[in-house]
């Protein structure tokens, strides 16, 4: 019990909630623990939406598979991140994308009445429910405009400044997968991506630190490329 | 009031609520009505996240402006419907959208902590209002989806059969817009959209009813083409 209060308290969703407040609460819904191996499928597309899911430890993508067989990562979750959610509240049956295990995960499920109990005992826990529920939405909004961009140079641009939580500080960009799935997210070829990537190094825009790590070195400059 | 009562009962929002219910509720908290002219702005894009809106009567369009130019219409409001609570709960400072009127308007205004406090005081309206929200993501990610198709005839077929609530019974589309708009949503020419509603006609898959309205004659087909 103590470890699971321990591992929720670092979520979004229980922020500024004391161990005891949290103990009160859990103790009051019902819920399951599932320890899960790397590759397992936690909810498959088109299983019915029961649960709310919160990754205790290790770290899951979801993702979907579109009709030509690509697959798109529409997110990665990682410790105290949840998921589920969206499909859980709307009128969908089933879940629209596939969650899998990236790496060895322990995980909370919730069912949709134990949740929702859980968010009109605490106003705070509800307000935080409210702000991820709505970043998420604020966030396929924004893939939408990437999407929308017809010309590589600025989907690549407008990823770059957008899809990463890139640090204000440093500038320092850290690709959460592959470029191949960043290729794929941004409906373009791997070798557009390459391209439009030695494009925004040679021109000393970008600079590669490492396989997975990219430093903005002249953001106006980038944003002039997504403005077209 | 008792016409604000009789419009607010309109929404989904406020489903199932008596008229009393609703009398008081709306009494707990401060709100403000607007009337609004054809073309007039609601919300402008850039303009500080603090009110949640609620049509009461007419039409309004969310639209997003691309860095090309192009405009997107990503949602129309009428009647009964919600808009800018995505905006209001996540920490986007500034609506990322324009809010317009499509006609003459009346509409209601909550500040996020009126609107927070509507939702704590009734469990069934905060039930309605994560269905709303969660639809809304839902529809985002249905609509990152068609982006993400790459062939022509494969983004107009997954368009008609998930944009547009087509009704079960005698499939019938209604475009909420004109063909530039969807067009422009598609992220192709209107030509483009021409040559392929001439082939889906054609092939008798679908038949134009008039220029707005559309009738899906054999959805077996027009899946498989959206299968690929």
Redesign the interface.
Known sequence: MKNLINDLKKSVLFKNKSSNELENLIMSANYKIVNLYKNETVFDVFSSTNYIGLVLSGELTVE?I???G?L?V?FNKSCGEIFG????????EEY??RVVAKTNCRIVLFSRKDF?KI??LD?DI??NF??L??????Y??????S????SIN?KVAHSIINDFNVSNKNRIVRLPFSKKVWANNL?ISRASLYREIDYLCNNLIVKIIDSNTIKILDINKLNSI???
Chains 1, 2 share one sequence.
């Open positions: 979907k579109l009709p030509c690509k798109v529409v959610e969206v499909a859980v509240f709307s009128d969908a629209p994308c929702f968010l009109t106003n509800l307000y409210l702000y529920i709505s970043n998420k939405a604020f396929l909004n924004s893939k939408i405009e999407l929308s961009l017809t600025q409906n997504y403005l077209g």
